[in-house]
């Protein structure tokens, strides 16, 4: 039995299973639930993100009404459910937010920028890709906005799961990852000024081979008029 003490080695399959997969959002269409399933679950540790996410998918989060104590710095700074330390603690500390693991232990999960980190970063980006072609800036301003999808780690066999994976919320690029698409684009740039030198380079040695066989056919011109000139005088 599945209650039996100690027995963790079930063979049997599952009896219960349901037809169709759990949405939490077929009969609820209101904005604090749109605004679950959007949100970016950052600074904890793969487990507790795990954690929280599963509690989104099955309806059993629950939002604070107020802000938490922080256990660090002791304001009122904690704005979201399963906390215990306000973003700022953890950012500085490097810990999970939720269980309080170092990241030298776990990975956590990068913070949301906020809306002045996005600021400055839109101002430093504009300002490198300011030399950069229009093809290019169009195409770097369209990977910037467009983000990045979250990772899927259960492939579902579900068609409609499958779609709802497909439209999984995108996140925004991190710094460093912007800087390494501009340092690909630079390279692309200089690769494309080498191949206009080699063109204008083997195309003057094109019109100099040219002018050089012109000059020989010109020589020969010269010689054989004399040749041509003197049966008419014989006549």
């Not at 037809?19 to 209101?30: E, G």
């Not at 776990?106 to 490198?128: F, G, H, S, W």
Request: proline share 4%.
């Amino acid at each position: 039995m599945s209650s039996q003490r100690g027995n963790v080695s079930r063979t049997r399959a599952q009896k219960h299973k349901n037809r169709h997969v759990f949405k939490n959002d077929l009969h609820d269409k209101t904005p604090q639930q749109m605004r679950l399933n959007a949100m970016h679950v950052s600074t904890v540790c793969q487990r507790c993100k795990d954690q929280i996410e599963w509690k989104i998918k099955y309806k059993k989060y629950k939002p604070l009404t107020q802000a938490k104590t922080c256990a660090h710095c002791k304001q009122r700074t904690v704005k979201k459910a399963y906390h215990v330390i306000c973003r700022d603690c953890a950012v500085k500390a490097k810990i999970c937010a939720k269980c309080l693991k170092s990241g030298d232990e776990v990975a956590i999960e990068a913070p949301e920028p906020t809306p002045q980190e996005e600021q400055q970063l839109q101002v430093e980006m504009d300002r490198l890709i300011k030399s950069f072609s229009e093809r290019k800036r169009r195409a770097f301003l369209r990977y910037m906005q467009k983000g990045k999808k979250q990772p899927v780690e259960e492939p579902v066999d579900d068609e409609q799961e499958a779609k709802a994976q497909e439209k999984a919320k995108r996140v925004a690029h991190t710094r460093d990852e912007l800087l390494d698409k501009i340092k690909q684009l630079n390279l692309a740039a200089e690769d494309d000024e080498d191949d206009e030198d080699f063109d204008d380079f083997s195309d003057g040695d094109e019109d100099e081979d040219d002018s050089e066989f012109d000059s020989e056919e010109d020589e020969e011109d010269s010689e054989e008029e004399p040749v041509k000139s003197k049966p008419s005088k014989a006549k």
